[in-house]
């Protein structure tokens, strides 16, 4: 059994297909790992432009879930990295930064995490720039 979407938008289309694989105990490198319960497995496709891409990726469980919440909780969770880069990349210019020695490349996406965290909590409908703009 598995879970089905198809979805359009920005020119393309993507079909995802979620598995979910229960019996891990037959998987000798996941013995060692208690709290792994499962794996769900996604295949995509994205067409776009007559070009086909196809793309298979795993992750590891501590629950067992149905396909489709498999498929709700991959899609859910790369909509999250995605808006969170992309805010730290447009918004911070992060992917610019020269800062490349020691600890300060992890200390400044700290800082650049709260900054937005904490613009994104403001009242008002300005854009994350227009915020940044307003409190500098």
Avoid at 24 to 42: F, G, P, R
Avoid at 43 to 58: G, I, V, Y
Wanted: some cysteine; hydrophobic content about 35%.
């Amino acid at each position: 059994m598995f879970d089905k979407t198809v979805d359009f938008g920005s020119g393309q289309i993507e079909i995802r297909s979620a598995y979910v694989i229960e019996n891990i105990k037959l998987i000798d490198q996941l013995a060692e790992w208690q709290t792994v319960k499962s794996i769900i497995v996604i295949e995509s496709k994205r067409e776009k432009n007559d070009s086909l891409q196809e793309n298979t990726r795993f992750y590891l469980c501590s629950f067992v879930p149905t396909q489709k919440q498999a498929n709700h909780y991959v899609r859910a969770h790369w909509g999250i990295e995605g808006t969170l880069h992309w805010h730290l990349d447009v918004s911070f210019g992060e992917d610019k930064s020269k800062t490349k020695k020691g600890n300060a490349p992890e200390n400044l996406n700290i800082i650049r995490k709260t900054a937005l965290q904490a613009l994104k909590q403001t009242e008002g409908k300005q854009s994350i720039k227009n915020k940044r703009k307003m409190t500098g």
